[in-house]
């Protein structure tokens, strides 16, 4: 169940992605795919909630989850790091340790707008300011 559920929001990911067009930034590319995969509406919530809910049953009893569901989201930060070495990063930045702070970002966020202890707006933000952090300003 958990596989699936990852599944289906990495095709929602990858069809929001599409969306942009060939001539998207890494940054956009990267906002998209985690902005995109915040619970912000009716059915990425309830996606959400079971990909939790399944999530830490097979943490916490491992006979109801194998070692690869339990991997499944492990994907994103070797996908997340290979994407942020194509963009024009800040000076210092590491695209491993990057990556799995967005991705830990991502599920905190997640959490939190689920729990409502944040608003969506305020989540986009967050996101939109580590991305700053990371990415040179483009060019005009």
């Known amino acids: 169940a958990l596989e699936?559920?990852?599944?289906?929001a990495a095709d929602a990911a990858r069809a929001a992605m599409a969306r942009l067009g060939p001539g998207a930034s890494p940054r956009e590319r990267l906002r998209t795919a985690i902005v995109g995969s915040l619970p912000t509406d009716a059915r990425t919530r309830e996606q959400a909630l079971l990909f939790f809910s399944f999530y830490v049953a097979g943490?916490?009893?491992r006979s109801l989850?194998?070692?690869d569901a339990l991997a499944s989201p492990r994907w994103t930060v070797p996908w997340t790091a290979s994407v942020l070495r194509e963009g024009s990063l800040r000076a210092g930045v590491d695209p491993d340790r990057e990556a799995l702070l967005l991705m830990m970002e991502y599920a905190g966020l997640s959490?939190?707008?689920l729990a409502g202890q944040v608003e969506e707006s305020d989540a986009i933000g967050a996101v939109d300011a580590h991305l700053d952090r990371i990415f040179r300003p483009r060019r005009p």
């Open 4 to 8: 699936a559920i990852d599944g289906r």
């Open 59 to 61: 943490i916490t009893d």
């Open 65 to 67: 989850g194998s070692a």
């Open 111 to 113: 959490l939190a707008l």
